[in-house]
């Protein structure tokens, strides 16, 4: 089972044309309550809240769902395997697919 973690109250501006906010989703909890002192240095963090992976996906991906929960939801990848896969060297494009022996 992989945890991933909320609070409400914490948003990010959506892309997404008809959808003002999304809803983030960490799967690292310092993640979220650095973005929690980022957006609101003088409050207190919520309640945390737990959603599971798997459980959260298939909601996301089953048609005409009716967990309605999902809908605005965004998962935020870990920011230490962001920062790390930045320093990789890049010798190949973006989506090419790479075939070892």
């Known amino acids: ?8 109250g914490l948003t990010f501006p959506s892309n997404e044309e008809g959808l003002e906010q999304v809803t983030p989703v960490f799967f690292i909890l310092k993640d979220l309550v650095r973005e929690w002192k980022k957006q609101h240095p003088d409050e207190d963090l919520p309640k945390i809240q737990v959603r599971e992976l798997n459980e959260t996906f ?3 991906i089953t048609p ?9 939801l965004v998962f935020v990848a870990n920011s230490e395997s962001v920062a790390k896969a930045k320093e990789c060297p890049r010798s190949y494009k973006l989506g090419q697919m790479i075939l070892t022996k």
Do not use: E, H, I, Y
Not at 1 to 7: A, K, T
Not at 64 to 72: F, Q, T
């Open 58 to 60: 298939r909601a996301m």
């Open 1 to 8: 089972r992989v945890p991933l973690f909320f609070v409400d």
């Open 64 to 72: 005409a769902g009716r967990d309605k929960s999902v809908k605005d």
